[in-house]
């Protein structure tokens, strides 16, 4: 099966920094239409889990611009931009292109 | 609207089986796929598995000798059953359906199994 790997458990910021989040890929997660199947997920205090990011780079409909989802292959990275205080929550990534599914360990962005 | 909700029951004895259902509604089983995902206290998500819309199954390795996933379409409904519960089966279960472009969009409100004697 994929094996996602997110480095950081933690991560520890100030509000108005920016702030990378990274998720490797034990094969690559390019499939044939050209998409790659990584989407980003945050999760909150309250338990709630809300996708962010699909196809490594599209934002879900309502997602603030400054959530920005790049990377290719194997390496794929979240980026926030000016972090809000409603942003410290984990981040979780998950990889759909084959089956078993699996998501990465994640990461809790915290404050500094 | 599209909803999912789970239901089953809040504690199970370790050695024994654990039971929950998912009751959809807004969308069809035969359309779009339900998966399991739980999360143990203080833990990431882990994937369980998956009916898919054809009626076919797909499990985590870690799990799929325990684990059953099985579906009512006429009642709109999606089962796990999981046998030989331990202690770190203690989770909270959430089912959840993905778009058409492979993401969730759609989760329940999750249900709290402790395992305990």
């Known amino acids: 099966q994929i094996m996602l790997t997110q480095q950081a458990e933690s991560l520890w910021i100030s509000p108005g920094e920016r702030v990378s989040i990274t998720c490797r890929a034990s094969q690559s997660l390019l499939y044939t239409d050209g998409k790659h199947y990584l989407s980003w997920y945050q999760q909150t205090p309250g338990q709630t889990t809300k996708a962010l990011i699909y196809?490594?780079?599209v934002r879900t409909d309502g997602v603030p611009t400054r959530f920005i989802g790049s990377g290719s292959g194997t390496e794929f990275t979240l980026s926030i931009e000016h972090v809000q205080p409603e942003d410290f929550a984990i981040y979780y990534c998950l990889q759909t292109l084959k089956s078993p599914w699996t998501f990465g360990g994640g990461t809790k962005l915290e404050l500094k | 609207e599209v909803q999912l909700k789970e239901s089953g029951p809040g504690l199970v004895q370790p050695s024994q089986t654990l039971s929950l259902t998912c009751t959809v509604s807004?969308?069809?089983?035969?359309?779009?796929?339900v998966h399991w995902v739980r999360q143990p206290p203080g833990k990431g998500l882990e994937w369980m598995g998956v009916?898919?819309?054809?009626?076919?199954?797909a499990y985590n390795s870690a799990l799929k000798s325990r684990l059953s996933i099985s579906r009512d379409t006429s009642k709109s409904q999606v089962f796990l059953k999981m046998n030989s519960l331990q202690t770190e089966d203690t989770a909270i279960y959430y089912c959840t359906r993905p778009t058409g472009s492979n993401y969730f969009d759609y989760w329940g409100q999750g249900v709290m199994v402790t395992v305990s004697s």
């Open positions: 196809h490594a780079s």
């Open positions: 009916m898919w819309s054809g009626g076919s199954t």
């Open positions: 807004g969308f069809s089983l035969t359309d779009y796929s």
